[in-house]
């Protein structure tokens, strides 16, 4: 097996709740050696951050990873934490802004110990601003964020996406801006501080509406399962379901109007141009149904690819996993946990065609590799049972 990309990298992973260990996920999976600080305190079979422990949401998100049970309130523990630092590359944490000036491990701190350290930072708000110590969740950034406002049907009022996309998207720009930092420590010989928001990951997504609205002057409404701007792209009822259409642009709508057996559809002039294709948008997309609404799913899935039109199936999540194409994607792997046996977690959606990606192991236990880590610190037996007998670790 090759030797993973991110081998040689340390990370110390004080993450929790679901944006935080997206961004380290992404390393972890890459092959980078996570360890993961988690409070004595907190209990084993159920956690904070993602769910019960041996569920499929924590399962899925901490994987690759050792853990490390460590009082980060105590001298001892911050003493302990301070060590790692020293032969660390990268911190990364979610807290409250405030929370880590209060414990004393923010990004100031650790450079001192460490001046080749990538801190990253993930917040709800930003790290400075009259929002800064506003409690930050993935459904509260997607309403400030615009999303939940261009999301659903026209007039059914806002609607939340069905996946906690602020958090997921937060994770991945903090990852980018930790590799990016990585990569500029070889010029520099110095780490930095990365950081991110929910707010900020969540308007970034936004994409094309931000400036759809500085730019154009226009406030993008709801529009449903019509694509905002591509005539004709949408969902379209057929005998048997509804299917996905992406025919906007001349040629593929010609292409379209030919497959669906209407050819005069394209010599019709309110659908002569894509604005015209816009102003008859309803007009359209019904003339469209009544040809779809003839045969089933699975005939204009195939019938439109092989003319060259974009069209797939809307599947259930069970439906997308049993897709022939996702399972020679081979994206469901199977990894064994030592206490809850094998179980079938996503794979990370990335392939290096040399270095590629691997399920290393579960999610561990707390507090599993405790020991072991103060070991490799220099602890001794007696120091590491006496630090267990104060709850340091």
């Given amino acids: 097996m090759p030797k993973l990309p991110m081998t040689r990298f340390k990370v110390l ?4 709740a679901r944006a935080g260990p997206t961004a380290v996920r992404q390393l972890a999976d890459m092959g980078a050696d996570v360890i993961k600080i988690e409070d004595p305190g907190e209990s084993d079979s159920r956690s904070v951050t993602a ?3 041996h569920g499929f949401d924590f399962q899925n998100l901490h994987r690759n990873k050792r853990s490390l049970t460590l009082n980060l309130k105590k001298p001892e523990g911050k003493e302990i934490f301070f060590k790692l630092v020293r032969d660390a590359d990268v911190v990364i944490e979610n807290y409250r802004p405030g929370v880590k ?7 100031d701190a650790c450079r001192a110990v460490n001046p080749r350290i990538v801190y990253g930072s993930i917040s709800g708000f930003g790290q400075s601003g009259p929002y800064r110590d506003r409690p930050g969740v993935d459904q509260i950034a997607q309403g400030m964020g615009g999303l939940m406002s261009v999301t659903g049907l026209p007039g059914q009022g806002p609607v939340r996406v069905g996946v906690p996309i602020a958090d997921l998207s937060a994770g991945m720009y ?4 930790v590799l990016t930092a990585l990569l500029e420590r070889e010029v520099s010989g110095e780490g930095q501080w990365v950081h991110t928001s929910l707010l900020e990951a969540q308007l970034a997504m936004l994409d094309f509406q931000v400036p759809r609205w500085t730019m154009g002057g226009e406030v993008p409404p709801q529009a449903g399962n019509n694509h905002p701007t591509g005539v004709p792209t949408g969902v379209f009822e057929t005998s048997d379901g509804h299917i996905n259409i992406a025919a906007s642009g001349g040629v593929m709508f010609e292409r379209m109007a030919n497959c669906l057996g209407a050819p005069d559809m394209t010599s019709n002039p ?9 102003q008859h948008r309803d007009e359209l997309n019904e003339e469209i149904a009544t040809y779809t609404r003839t045969n089933t799913s699975a005939h204009w899935v195939a019938a439109m690819n092989e003319a060259g039109v974009p069209c797939g199936p809307i599947y259930s999540v069970d439906q997308a996993c049993a897709d022939p194409q996702v399972q020679h994607l081979g994206f469901v792997v199977p990894v064994q946990h030592p206490a809850i046996g094998e179980i079938n977690i996503a794979r990370h959606a990335t392939n290096l065609s040399r270095t590629p990606h691997q399920m290393r192991n579960a999610t561990p236990e707390q507090g599993e590799h405790t020991d072991a880590i103060l070991a490799d610190l220099g602890y001794t037996a007696a120091q590491i049972a006496d630090l267990h007998a104060k709850r340091v670790v």
């Fill in 51 to 53: 769910g019960d422990r």
């Fill in 174 to 177: 903090l990852a980018i801006g």
């Fill in 13 to 16: 992973d004080l993450t929790r």
């Fill in 270 to 278: 309110k659908y002569k141009t894509n604005k015209d294709r816009q």
């Fill in 101 to 107: 000036d209060r414990l004393g491990i923010n990004y």
